[in-house]
Structure formats: structure tokens, C-alpha cells
């Protein structure tokens, strides 16, 4: 087996660079500036992880790439496949300190007759430290380039397959937002992967001062992690809302006309005892009442020492049912990958302790 600390390469990867700094690279290779479409195509459209097989290329120009670049697509060093056809992909990526041979993300590909939606990581690990997230748990540990976002896109062996694609993974995108509007600009843009930004969702806590620049710069679905009626509970699950609360983010949110084909959403898990009540239903109404919006209810999938319980089926039909009556559009998310610890909360990349890199 191929040792983890080697696998990440030294050079500076194509991937994630925009199609201005594709032309530099040219430039700075003796290359034509059209080479630089080439590359981009070779990229995101064929997908191609070596220079060697950009044929329409000359061989000198390769030979000059691959002694100062990498492409930057290179495949998940594990994968694991749930009952439910879910799998988990672990990605390594450079370490962030001099001392460390490599990192790891996680990323999950859920198929779905028709529809395949890959969940993909921002971070490293994550500084939100919220109380039902394993991911929290680890702490945060860097940010990933635009690359290493695309390589979880790229690289996936399922990638022809895939219908839509969520930031909902390891991180806090908004912590992270200049990686991750470069790396939505490449995978919406001609020369990029050309996707709609329709079939791309931002999940967030909502952080203060990158929430509505992301608003602002791009067109992709967002959906708020909210989780709480009322921000003091809100509070003890989520130690973000202490930072910015959930009154000024959702005035933020108003000020936004949320009713063409861009969506928002709002992520609640059921806690039996904290948010489940009627009560807790009836302020989720006044809460959002005047958003376009939907909310998607998520069974909560148990983590060591989180002293949360989730709810039973019937109760989570009977708050869908409350505010569906009310006029919130309201879902329950089907739950997908528990058995690998790929379900929602539940991403940790443990592999780093398994082989030493990072106590």
C-alpha cells in the first residue's frame, strides 16, 4: 500500500487556477496563450491527471509542465461503500505545517435512481464547534485551495454521474469563502466544468461579514444550518450563533429576493427535549414567516459523548406536517451512509490518527 505521507505532491498544481493564471503559466512556459484553453479543457472536461496524455500539446510543453507543475487530480486514497449504496471517499491533501506529509478530507457520493449528489469538504476539519458534529470534534486544521475542492469533484470515479453537488462536508464554507468562490466560479464557468449553479448548494452556520458576499457574488443554492426557534438554544448547540445571531442573519437574509430559481433552506436536526416541541414549531413559523424558503428536517445520527438524543419517525412527521400546514415547504431528508459514518455530523477524517500524522 502506497505510504500516505508521500502521496501529495510537492509542485504547484494547474487545479484551481483561473483561466488568467493558466495564461501566465503559459507565458511563463514558452507556451501560445490558446494552450491555455487546452489545459483548462484537458481538466475539467477530460478530466486528465498527466500531462503526458494532453496530446494536442507539444512535447516540449510537456516536458516543461511537468518539471515545474502537477495537474492537481489525484484520486481518494480510501473508499467506503455503505449497504445503501452511499460511498465515502478520503482525499489527501498537502499538510498545513512543515512537519505534517499530508492531511485528509472527507467527501460522500450519494446515488439516487436518477440523481448522484457528491458532499464535498471546505476545510480541514472546522472551528464551529458545533455540539452534534464530528467534525467539530477534531478541530480546524487549515482551509483547502480551490484545487483540493475541485479534486474531490474531479477525481471521483463516479464523476460523470453526478446531478448535483453540496458544500456540506468537512468545514465551514463561508470560513473559507475566497477558495470556495474561486472554486464555484471554475465549476460554473464555460472554461471550467460549465455547471449551473442551480444544481450546487452552500451549506452554512452563517458567518458575519462573508455570508452576504457570498449572497452577492455567485448564484448557488444556500442552505443555513439553524437547528433552533430560539437563539439562546440555538446558542448551546451551535457556539457560532454567540458570534452572529440568528435575528441578524436572517434580517440579512430578507433583505434578498429569495422567489426566482435560486433556493433557501433552512437545516434542522430534531433533538428530543431541545427543539422538537410544539412550541418550538410554532416560533419556527413566526421565525421565517415572509422568507421564500424551505426547511429540511435531519435525523440526527449519534456521535460519541454528544449527550443529544434524536427523535423517533412519528414525531418528525408530525413537526413536517405542523409547518407544511402553515405554509413552510418542509422535507424530511432521507438518512444516507450511517453504517460508514458518512451521514449528516458524522464526517471525521480519524485516519490521521490511525497512521500518525496529527495527534
Same mark, same amino acid.
Given at each position: 500500500?502506497?505510504? /500516505?505521507?508521500?502521496? &501529495?505532491? /510537492? ?13 501566465? &503559466? ?26 503526458? *496524455? ?13 518539471? !515545474? ?24 491533501? +498537502? ?5 505534517? @506529509? ?52 474531479? !477525481?471521483?470515479?463516479?464523476?460523470? #454521474?453526478?446531478? $448535483? ?10 470560513? $473559507?469563502?475566497?477558495?470556495?468562490? +474561486? *472554486? ?21 452556520? @452563517? ?15 444556500? !442552505? ?22 440568528? #435575528? ?26 431541545? $427543539?422538537?416541541?410544539?412550541? /418550538?414549531?410554532?416560533?419556527? &413559523?413566526?421565525?421565517? /414567516? @415572509?422568507?421564500?424558503?424551505?426547511? $429540511? ?17 412519528? !414525531?418528525? &412527521? ?40 496529527? +495527534?
Amino acid at each position: 500500500m502506497t505510504d /500516505d505521507r508521500t502521496i &501529495v505532491n /510537492d509542485k504547484r498544481p494547474l487545479l484551481g487556477m483561473t483561466l488568467a493564471e493558466v495564461r501566465s &503559466v503559459c507565458a511563463e512556459m514558452g507556451m501560445p496563450a490558446y494552450a491555455a484553453r487546452q489545459l483548462m479543457d484537458w481538466m475539467y472536461t477530460k478530466r486528465v491527471a498527466s500531462f503526458d *496524455a494532453m496530446t494536442n500539446l507539444s512535447q516540449a510543453a510537456r516536458a516543461r509542465l511537468s518539471d !515545474a507543475y502537477s495537474v492537481g487530480i489525484t484520486p481518494p486514497v480510501e473508499a467506503v461503500r455503505s449497504v445503501d449504496g452511499t460511498v465515502k471517499y478520503l482525499f489527501a491533501v +498537502k499538510g498545513r505545517s512543515q512537519t505534517e @506529509g499530508a492531511s485528509f478530507v472527507e467527501a460522500v457520493y450519494i446515488p439516487d435512481g436518477d440523481r448522484a449528489t457528491l458532499c464535498i469538504s471546505s476545510q480541514v476539519g472546522c472551528r464551529m464547534h458545533c455540539q452534534f458534529c464530528m467534525t467539530g470534534r477534531q478541530g480546524w486544521h487549515g482551509n483547502l485551495t480551490a484545487g483540493e475542492i475541485l479534486n474531490q469533484v474531479l !477525481a471521483l470515479p463516479e464523476c460523470g #454521474t453526478l446531478t $448535483n453537488l453540496v458544500l456540506m462536508g468537512m468545514g465551514e464554507p463561508m470560513d $473559507n469563502l475566497d477558495e470556495v468562490l +474561486k *472554486a464555484l466560479a471554475l465549476m460554473t464557468s464555460q472554461e471550467g466544468m460549465a455547471w449551473s449553479p442551480r444544481r450546487i448548494t452552500v451549506s452554512t452556520v @452563517g458567518v458575519k461579514d462573508t455570508l452576504e458576499r457570498f449572497i452577492r457574488e455567485t448564484e448557488c443554492h444556500l !442552505a443555513i444550518s439553524l437547528h433552533a426557534s430560539m437563539p439562546e438554544v440555538r446558542s448551546s448547540l451551535m457556539p457560532a450563533e454567540r458570534l452572529w445571531s440568528m #435575528t441578524e442573519m436572517l434580517d440579512l437574509l430578507r433583505r434578498y429576493d429569495w422567489s426566482g430559481q435560486r433556493r433557501l433552506s433552512f437545516e434542522y436536526i430534531l433533538f428530543r427535549g431541545v $427543539n422538537d416541541s410544539p412550541a /418550538d414549531a410554532r416560533r419556527l &413559523v413566526r421565525l421565517l /414567516d @415572509g422568507l421564500h424558503c424551505r426547511v $429540511n428536517l435531519i435525523r440526527f445520527h449519534r456521535i460519541p459523548d454528544a449527550e443529544l438524543d434524536g427523535v423517533e419517525t412519528d !414525531a418528525m &412527521v408530525a413537526f413536517r406536517d405542523y409547518l407544511t400546514q402553515r405554509g413552510v415547504f418542509t422535507t424530511i431528508r432521507a438518512s444516507r451512509g450511517e453504517d460508514v459514518m458518512a451521514a449528516c455530523g458524522m464526517l471525521s477524517t480519524s485516519k490521521m490518527e490511525k497512521i500518525g500524522i496529527r +495527534k
